[in-house]
């Protein structure tokens, strides 16, 4: 005999009460927690403050230009013309160096302005642009009234850094190094011992910006703008419109004479020379910036 049993399930705790699946789907949405967490300020850091360049002047040099005006009827004045028996005086620059920023340059420029065998004395300014710089220091012969510097000068490798470059030709009696605007004989730049000693003033009124980042700037004039006034205000040789046709052709077409003919575009109409130049002692060693 079989016998069946029967399992009875118990019923449901009275506490319990099921819910359809849409109901707590419903309930769990309307019961999130919401937390509260402290603002974050997403604002970005306040941006480093950029180093400005050392305008400190740290040396003084001078410079006196003069006018000869028998250099050019009669070459009688050997290799100096500072020798020069009837100058006329323009007046003295005093120029403020950087020699915090740019040592080399600093100090090859005075050696030049204080060599014992002259170096900038007795030299040109070979060219003159209005309104905009003038250009001294070209390299060549001494007879010619062209700079010969000393081997002995120190290799300036400022010229690919690029601090130095910083600064810019913002007014007028901005000195700086002529790096792009050197005009100096391919034949002589390839010579193992050159030296760049080519120089510029800007003679203002307004920048010169397409200069900037191209040239070393490296002082600026603290005495005798007014000399560089009346520099800038001295004649130059200008070609003719025609003229300029004539070489821009002949340059076009490969033709030497036309790099020769433009050589005396833009030199002054009257021997402009440095008759003097050296450094200015002064008590105080460092002085004062002279820009912002």
């Known amino acids: 005999m079989t016998t069946t049993t029967t ?36 604002s970005s850091p306040p941006p480093l403050k950029q ?12 410079m006196d230009f003069s006018i000869c005006p028998s250099y050019f009827q009669a070459r009688t004045l050997g290799s100096d013309l500072a020798s020069c028996p009837d ?27 204080t060599g014992v065998s ?26 010619k009234g062209e700079v010969k510097p000393p081997v002995n000068l120190v290799r ?4 690919v850094e690029p601090k130095a470059f910083e ?18 004989e391919d034949d002589i730049k390839l010579d193992p011992d050159y030296h760049n000693v080519e120089f510029m003033i800007t003679t203002g009124p307004g920048p010169c910006p397409d200069l900037d980042g191209r040239n ?8 005798g703008m007014d000399v560089v006034a009346n520099i800038a205000s001295i004649p130059t040789y200008k070609p003719g419109e025609r003229v300029r046709q004539y070489n821009d052709f002949a340059e076009f077409i490969g033709d030497e004479r036309a790099k020769s003919a433009r ?26 910036p002279s820009l912002p």
């Open 7 to 42: 399992t009875t399930l118990p019923p449901h705790p009275p506490s319990i009460k099921l819910l359809p699946r849409r109901s707590l789907l419903f309930l769990s949405a309307t019961t999130t927690t919401t937390l509260s967490l402290p603002s974050l300020s997403l």
């Open 51 to 62: 180093q400005q360049p050392d305008t400190t002047i740290t040396d003084r040099v001078f």
């Open 87 to 113: 100058s006329v005086p323009l007046g003295r620059v005093v120029i403020g160096l950087y020699g915090n920023l740019v040592p080399i340059t600093v100090s090859n420029f005075k050696a030049m302005c």
């Open 118 to 143: 002259g170096y900038y004395k007795g030299t040109l300014i070979q060219k003159i642009f209005p309104g905009r710089y003038f250009m001294a220091g070209r390299q060549g012969r001494r007879d």
């Open 156 to 159: 300036n490798t400022e010229s």
């Open 167 to 184: 600064l810019g030709h913002t007014k007028g009696g901005i000195l700086s190094l002529c790096i792009s605007e050197n005009d100096d």
């Open 216 to 223: 070393i700037v490296f002082g600026s004039v603290l005495e």
């Open 263 to 288: 050589a005396i575009w833009d030199r002054p109409q009257k021997t402009l020379y440095i008759s003097n130049c050296g450094e200015v002692k002064v008590t105080k060693p460092t002085l004062s």
